[in-house]
C-alpha cells in the first residue's frame, strides 16, 4: 500500500475527497485509458460522497476506493461496448509530463506508459481492477476484494491471471533515454522525408504499427506488419503533411520519449515508439503507435 499511501498523501487538504482526489484519478485512468471516462468516473464518485453520511464512514479513503473502483468497472463496461462503433484501432489517450512534472515513481510512472494501457486493455475489468490496485497502487488483497466485491481467493486467481498478460518490470536489456531520444528523432525524420533507407535501418523487421483515428484522420484502419509495410506507408505519405509540421519530444510518465507533432494551428499527432536492443546492442524500434483522434489530443500540450 507505499505506493497508493504515497500518492494520497500528497494533498495538505483536510477534506477527505480532496486528498485522494488524485489517488482516485490515477485508478480511473488507469483503469479506462482516457482522461475524459476518469474525470467522469471521479466527478460520479464525488456525487456519491456528497450523498454519504460522513460520520458513517470510518474509513473515508477506504470508502472512496472502493466507490471509485466500482464506477469505473461500469464505466469500463459500458466504454467496450461502445468501441464496437470505433473506426480503426482504439489507443488509450496519451497522458504526457510536462516540463515542470517530476516523473513518478517507478511502478507507477510505468503503469502510465502506452505499452502497459495497451497490455493492460487484454484485461476484463475485473482483472484490471484487481492489476491496478494490487499491483499498482500497492493495496493489499484483503483490501482490494473488498473494493470490488469478491472474495479474497477469487482476486488473488484474478491477479495471477493479470499479471500473465501485463508486463510492469522493464527487461533486462533496454535502450538508456538517450538512446530512445536518438532513435524517436531520427524514426520522425525519415517518416517526415519518406527515406526508405533510413526508415528500415531503425524498424526492427517485425514491427507493427497502429493508428488511432477513428475516422476523422486519414491513418490505416488495421495495424500495420513488418518493416517493409511501414516502410511503404510513411513513403506514401511524406508529401502530405500539413505546412509548418513541428516535431516536440515530450516525456511519458516512464521516463521514455513521446513525440508531439504541431501545426500552427495544435496538435496534430502524438507517436509514440517502443524501442528494445538488438543483441549487438543497437536500438531499434519494435512498435508504433500513432494517435489522431482530435478527441484524444484536446489536452496534449504543444511544447515539453
Known amino acids: 500500500m507505499a505506493e497508493a499511501t504515497a500518492v494520497s498523501e500528497r494533498s495538505g487538504t483536510s477534506d477527505p475527497f480532496e486528498r485522494y482526489r488524485r489517488l482516485m484519478f490515477g485508478i480511473s485512468y488507469r483503469m479506462l485509458g482516457t482522461v475524459a471516462d476518469a474525470e467522469d468516473v471521479v466527478q460520479e464518485t464525488w456525487l456519491r460522497w456528497q450523498r454519504v453520511d460522513r460520520d458513517a464512514v470510518a474509513d473515508p479513503r477506504g470508502y472512496l476506493v472502493r466507490a471509485v473502483t466500482r464506477t469505473a468497472i461500469d464505466q469500463m463496461r459500458r466504454s467496450r461496448a461502445r468501441r464496437e462503433e470505433y473506426v480503426g484501432p482504439w489507443l488509450p489517450e496519451p497522458l504526457l509530463v510536462s516540463s515542470d512534472v517530476a516523473l513518478e515513481s517507478s511502478l507507477l510512472g510505468e503503469s502510465l506508459s502506452m505499452a502497459v494501457l495497451v497490455m493492460m486493455e487484454t484485461l476484463s475489468p475485473l ?94 484502419r488495421v495495424p500495420l506488419h513488418g518493416a517493409p509495410a511501414l516502410t511503404a506507408y510513411f513513403a506514401s505519405t511524406a508529401g502530405r503533411y500539413p505546412p509548418g509540421l513541428t516535431v516536440h519530444l515530450h516525456t511519458q510518465h516512464d521516463g521514455t520519449p513521446a513525440a508531439v507533432l504541431t501545426t500552427p494551428t495544435g496538435v496534430f499527432a502524438v507517436v509514440i515508439a517502443d524501442i528494445a536492443l538488438t543483441p549487438d546492442g543497437h536500438p531499434h524500434i519494435t512498435a508504433v503507435r500513432a494517435i489522431r483522434n482530435p478527441e484524444k489530443l484536446g489536452r496534449v500540450r504543444a511544447e515539453s
Open 127 to 220: 482483472e484490471r481492477a484487481v492489476f491496478v490496485l494490487h499491483e499498482v497502487f500497492g493495496f493489499s488483497f484483503p483490501e482490494v476484494a473488498e473494493a470490488v466485491d469478491r472474495t479474497e481467493p477469487a482476486v488473488r486467481q484474478l491477479g495471477s491471471r493479470a499479471r500473465r498478460h501485463v508486463r510492469l518490470r522493464r527487461r533486462r536489456f533496454e535502450p538508456d533515454r538517450r538512446q530512445a531520444r536518438e532513435i524517436t528523432e531520427r524514426f520522425l525524420a525519415a517518416c517526415l522525408d519518406g527515406d526508405v533507407e533510413a526508415l528500415m535501418a531503425v524498424l526492427a523487421p517485425d514491427v507493427t504499427m497502429w493508428a488511432d483515428g477513428n475516422g476523422h484522420a486519414e491513418t490505416p
